[in-house]
């Protein structure tokens, strides 16, 4: 099982939303972070094949198998799961009948998709509002709809844009940790620009900018590589101010001695300490993208 992106660009109007993107996926879970605009959703999108690709050879392919995925079709699609980052419902619908009418899109035969579709509301702990209308579901009870429906046939690749927004800390942890239960036998693309929603899940991390992928590798790889990249500064605060002008700033933790001032880069001031122990995903994510 292999899902094979290669020199994929995309471009609207003079804005090259993918520039060159080449991927390969197999089972596991990918986690793609990235700010808001750095591609992810394009990458996604052709995936999916909601959008067009730019027309000509330079546009890349994208493939599963070794086969294009446009000539796969409904073939490939069938084996898609994809949870959109924001999707309209019609409100009228309860929550199983909502699994009910994606299930019949899906082509899944109707006793094998009310099975499926009573284990995934139970999942996704929806089972008690199986039949209250989804036009009154809070936010996250909405993504844990729209996470069921990407489940909905046992799909080998599946698809998550930000699947844990709006949902509690105590639902985004059991949504994690069932999505690391999936990942043995599936491609699990889990796009988010909230980091610890996959450090502790994905098998690999992509770094996505302007269309790009600026780093990739395993979480610790990608940890070890920002040895003498780290640095932390007890401070005041009003300090912080001046001193977030004039360094890319990651955390700053209350410690019982008082506050401390984290930066990421490649030439840190002489009166900060060099961090080594105790780096994170997260100070990855902030040397590339802040």
């Not at 509002?129 to 936010?139: R, T």
């Not at 790889?221 to 990651?250: F, N, P, W």
Request: proline share 2%.
């Amino acid at each position: 099982m292999k899902l094979e992106i290669k020199n994929v660009t995309k471009t609207y109007g003079n804005i090259k939303a993918l520039n060159n993107f080449s991927m390969e996926f197999q089972a596991g879970i990918y986690g793609i972070l990235g700010s808001n605009g750095a591609g992810k959703s394009t990458l996604i999108n052709l995936i999916t094949d909601n959008v067009s690709r730019d027309s000509g050879v330079e546009s890349g392919k994208i493939q599963y198998n070794e086969e294009d995925i446009l000539k796969l079709g409904r073939k490939f699609r069938r084996i898609v799961g994809y949870m959109p980052q924001q999707q309209g419902f019609y409100d009228e619908f309860s929550a199983k009948a909502f699994l009910q009418y994606m299930a019949s899109i899906k082509e899944i035969p109707r006793k094998i998709a009310n099975k499926q579709i009573d284990e995934l509301l139970e999942i996704v702990n929806l089972t008690k509002f199986a039949h209250n209308k989804v036009g009154g579901f809070s936010g996250g009870m909405k993504q844990r709809v729209l996470l069921a429906q990407a489940l909905l046939g046992d799909p080998k690749i599946i698809i998550l844009d930000e699947p844990t927004a709006g949902l509690d800390p105590k639902e985004r942890i059991t949504i994690r940790n069932y999505i690391a239960e999936l990942s043995k036998d599936k491609i699990i693309l889990f796009a988010t620009h909230v980091v610890s929603d996959i450090e502790c899940i994905a098998d690999q991390v992509l770094f996505v900018k302007q269309g790009e992928i600026v780093a990739k590798g395993t979480p610790g790889e990608l940890i070890r590589s920002m040895h003498d990249k780290v640095a932390e500064i007890s401070c005041t605060l009003d300090q912080i101010t001046e001193l977030q002008a004039h360094y890319k700033v990651g955390n700053v933790k209350q410690r019982s001695d008082g506050l401390v001032l984290r930066i990421v880069g490649d030439n840190l001031p002489t009166e900060f300490e060099k961090v080594n122990h105790d780096i994170n995903l997260e100070d990855v994510y902030l040397y590339y993208f802040e």
